[in-house]
């Protein structure tokens, strides 16, 4: 289990860093190209804070609650039960983990994150492999979480037992 979560961690985190380099490569020297008129263009976007610009020049406090993050992700994925019903919340856990690592990586080597898809149909901002990542496995976590994954019942005991 533990080996095939840090395979695919790693493949996750090697497609995103792969993407990065290819926006470092090509997208940065023109900053943006059209892929689908009035949809989606590639625009080269040096982020140095989090989601929406938040935090934005606060290097060391991103990557110490990052840190924490990661940290909380492995800790429950080692307490989680091994049952076929929590495979799911795994995989979600993954996702939110290897995009997490990879934004992380780029705060460490480059001091911002490479951001580069844009959608042009309406106001948004630029986002990376990454952040898909985090954002599919937070939306899966939390319909696992709200709809699929039901609490054992409780048993009571009856009054008069002691």
């Not at 095939?4 to 790693?10: E, L, N, S, T, V």
């Not at 995103?16 to 009035?38: C, E, F, H, R």
């Not at 909380?72 to 039960?81: G, Q």
């Not at 780029?106 to 954002?135: H, K, L, M, Q």
Request: glycine share 6%.
């Amino acid at each position: 289990m533990w080996i095939i979560a840090i395979i695919a961690a790693a493949v996750l985190v090697g497609i995103d860093q792969l993407t990065k380099y290819l926006a470092l490569v090509n997208l940065k020297p023109i900053g943006s190209t059209t892929v689908v008129d009035g949809f989606l263009d590639l625009t080269f976007v040096e982020n140095r804070g989090v989601a929406f610009g938040m935090f934005s020049g606060k290097k060391w406090f991103i990557l110490l609650l990052t840190l924490c993050i990661v940290a909380f992700l492995v800790y429950y994925f080692v307490k989680m039960p091994r049952t076929k019903e929590y495979q799911w919340v795994r995989c979600a856990m993954v996702l939110v983990l290897a995009g997490a690592v990879g934004n992380m990586i780029d705060r460490v080597c480059r001091g911002y994150v490479v951001d580069f898809f844009e959608f042009t149909f309406f106001s948004w901002p630029v986002f990376n492999v990454a952040d898909i990542y985090v954002v599919v496995g937070v939306i899966v976590l939390a319909a696992l979480i709200l709809f699929v994954i039901k609490e054992e019942p409780k048993l009571e005991k009856k009054k008069d037992e002691k």
